[in-house]
């Protein structure tokens, strides 16, 4: 799953994701605050990445807050910027990614990576209702 992010296959990172939540999350988990457990969920098996990323979790960058950040080691590597969204009843998940990814690049999050030299940034939103997700790459 890693290595699909890695790589840019997202579809392959979404399905592998959406497994993980189907088998192993129960509905309960997610509480009142589902942003968070999703965040926490997907920066825990970012670790695993540590050794070719500097990895962060809501800092600041640009004019805002992201939620994840892969700062690759090797400049030459794309690095990664993943916004989370939850997806209410009323709102369709396309319009929910849609607003993610417009928020990456108006707070302009990716300045930190760019800051490092990086010039490849993934942009990625991760958008979710209950234990459907729905995931789309700028």
């Known amino acids: 799953m890693l290595t699909a992010l890695e790589n840019g296959d997202m579809k392959l990172f979404e399905r592998m994701l959406r497994m993980i939540v189907l088998q192993i999350m129960s509905y309960h988990d997610l509480g009142s605050e589902p942003e968070k457990v999703y965040h926490a969920l997907v920066l825990g098996m970012m670790v695993w990445l540590s050794a070719r990323y500097t990895i962060r979790s809501n800092r600041e960058s640009g004019y805002g807050r992201y939620d994840l950040m892969l700062k690759p080691n090797d400049p030459a590597k794309t690095g990664i910027i993943i916004e989370f969204k939850r997806v209410y009843d009323s709102e369709k998940p396309e319009h929910v990614l849609s607003q ?25 939103a991760i958008a979710f209702r209950g234990k459907e997700l729905w995931i789309k790459e700028a």
Not at 105 to 122: D, F, N, P
């Open 100 to 124: 993610a990814l417009k928020q990456i690049e108006e707070k302009i999050y990716t300045a930190e990576i760019e800051e490092a030299g990086i010039k490849k940034v993934s942009k990625i």
